[in-house]
């Protein structure tokens, strides 16, 4: 199950296109790094707020840049469409609607996962003694 899971994902990954997830995964792996950091420094009482609000802003960019990566996919689909000399038949057109929706989710759920770290990560600052 986990290496379907896995496999799944990595595919998910390619089919989104290289050039919009490979960025996107950049900006996941540097918050999962920041949290890391950000918990081991609260364990030393010392967090860094310039750190927990990068995790913040990081996932406020990689929502925009899921964004912006779908209407620029969008746009590309919808020039193919309009320039092809045959029609397209609505499984094709629903196959690319998918495709370009896939980086505006990663980009939604690397949001997501930010704003819950920084949360997160604000409650336990203000219950630890300073």
């Known amino acids: ?17 290289p050039v919009f997830m490979f960025p996107l995964l950049l ?5 999962i790094g920041l949290v890391i950091y950000s918990i081991l420094g609260l364990k030393k009482k010392t967090l860094m707020p310039k750190y927990v609000e990068a995790i913040k802003q990081i ?3 990689a929502s925009v840049f899921g964004a ?11 020039n193919w469409l309009e320039n092809s000399k045959e029609g397209a ?7 690319g609607m998918k495709v ?14 930010s ?6 990560l604000k ?3 203000k219950n630890s003694p300073a």
Do not use: P, R
Request: no cysteine.
């Open 1 to 17: 199950m986990k290496i379907m899971l896995a496999s799944s994902l990595i595919d998910l990954h390619f089919e989104g296109g």
């Open 27 to 31: 900006m996941l792996i540097t918050n």
């Open 59 to 61: 996932g406020a960019m």
């Open 68 to 78: 912006l990566s779908t209407l620029i996919g969008l746009m590309q689909a919808f």
């Open 89 to 95: 038949s609505f499984q094709v057109i629903m196959g």
């Open 100 to 113: 370009a929706i896939i980086t505006a989710m990663y980009g939604l759920f690397i949001f997501f996962v």
């Open 115 to 120: 704003m819950l770290a920084y949360i997160i």
């Open 123 to 125: 409650l336990m600052s």
